[in-house]
Nanobody
Framework: QVQLVESGGGLVQAGGSLRLSCAVSRSISSINAMGWYRQAPGKQRELVAAITGGGDTNLSDSVKGRFTISRDNAKNTVTLRMNSLKPEDTAVYYC?????????WGQGTQVTVSS
């Protein structure tokens, strides 16, 4: 059973920064992709950032220039660094991992940005 455990969420003022980490219970060296989705109240879950097995990254237009995603294969972690946070970034952030036909999810971590 693969487990993904997120950490680093919390409350921050607009313009502030947070770092989310996702620790995986197995090696991430042979994944297809990992990343972060978020879901705000009343809205659909949306992709925020992803990193492929080859290291290519993809960021949604709404976070480009503010968020970065990175991966540490030695620690089996993926990190989302969020700068210049805005109130509209408020959501539950979910880590995911895709390996072949399987997709695994974390339990989610709340990020709240106050204005």
């Amino acid at each position: 059973q693969v487990q993904l455990v997120e950490s680093g969420g919390g409350l921050v003022q607009a313009g502030g920064s947070l770092r989310l980490s996702c620790a995986v219970s197995r090696s991430i060296s042979s994944i297809n992709a990992m990343g972060w989705y978020r879901q705000a109240p009343g809205k659909q879950r949306e992709l925020v950032a992803a990193i492929t097995g080859g290291g290519d990254t993809n960021l949604s237009d709404s976070v480009k220039g503010r968020f970065t995603i990175s991966r540490d294969n030695a620690k089996n972690t993926v990190t989302l660094r969020m700068n210049s946070l805005k109130p509209e970034d408020t959501a539950v952030y979910y880590c995911y991992m895709r390996r072949y036909q399987n997709v695994y999810w974390g339990q989610g971590t709340q990020v709240t940005v106050s204005s």
